[in-house]
């Protein structure tokens, strides 16, 4: 079974701070993804990643920044947060564009 | 550009009960379909897929979908639900356009199944 861990479940960070989400996945996929989840909002697309080191902004990038230094980790980050970031945060990653994408547990962030 | 909408925020059904969640979508092009459940507190757990095929698909805990290309749609029905299909159901479409797998989910429909 693929499994993907996200560092944190739960995660409380003051405004200006800046905030790093790792996500670490074992199954040797090539894609990642980032999102964030707001209720009545589903699930939007923030960053994701086809390789090493290559990024690419999906639909709500402002404010937020990822790194991809090795294929298993691709980490988060929030600048300077701010309180509209106060979200749920889930990391996926899958193989290819046919196959289905698998989610780690979600780092629920609060931003005060 | 492709979108999912789940008109159903919310969907009470007693338990044995049959249920209908439904989900459409729009895109331009070919779209792979899939359907997710996120019980409380967890991540994203998938349910099924249409790839191609058969439009008629079954996925795990008795859950079916039917992919109808003339109505854009992917209902997912179960005939007989229990307590522990209380849970939120997301919808997403991933079109088959050179940006490779990006999903694009639907709000979500929250299906609570009662005594």
């Known amino acids: 079974d693929v499994k993907v861990t996200q560092s944190s479940r739960y995660l409380v960070k003051r405004t200006g701070e800046k905030v790093f989400l790792e996500c670490v996945q074992d199954?040797?996929?090539?894609?990642m993804f980032w999102y964030r989840q707001d209720p009545g909002l589903g699930l939007r697309l923030i960053y994701f990643?086809?390789?090493?080191?290559?990024?690419e902004k999906g639909d709500i990038p402002e404010g937020y920044s990822v790194s991809r230094e090795k294929k298993e980790r691709f980490s988060l980050i929030l600048e300077s947060a701010s309180t509209n970031q106060t979200s749920m945060y889930l990391c996926a990653s899958s193989l290819t564009g046919d196959q289905p994408q698998h989610f780690g547990d979600g780092t629920r962030l609060s931003i005060l | 550009a492709q979108s999912v909408t789940q008109l159903d925020s919310q969907v009470p059904v007693f338990e044995e009960a049959p249920v209908e969640l439904r989900c459409n979508y729009s895109s331009s092009v070919s779209v792979y379909l899939f359907w997710y459940v996120q019980y409380p507190n967890q991540g994203l757990q998938l349910l099924l897929k249409y790839l191609s095929g058969s439009t008629l698909v079954k996925g795990i805990n008795g859950f079916e979908a039917e992919f109808n290309k003339s109505q854009t749609s992917f209902h997912l029905r179960k005939p007989s639900v229990h307590i522990s299909d209380t849970a939120e159901y997301f919808c997403a479409v991933n079109g088959l356009t050179g940006g490779g797998n990006k999903l694009t989910f639907g709000t979500g429909t929250q299906l609570k199944v009662e005594l």
């Open positions: 199954m040797d996929h090539e894609n």
């Open positions: 990643s086809y390789d090493v080191k290559m990024k």
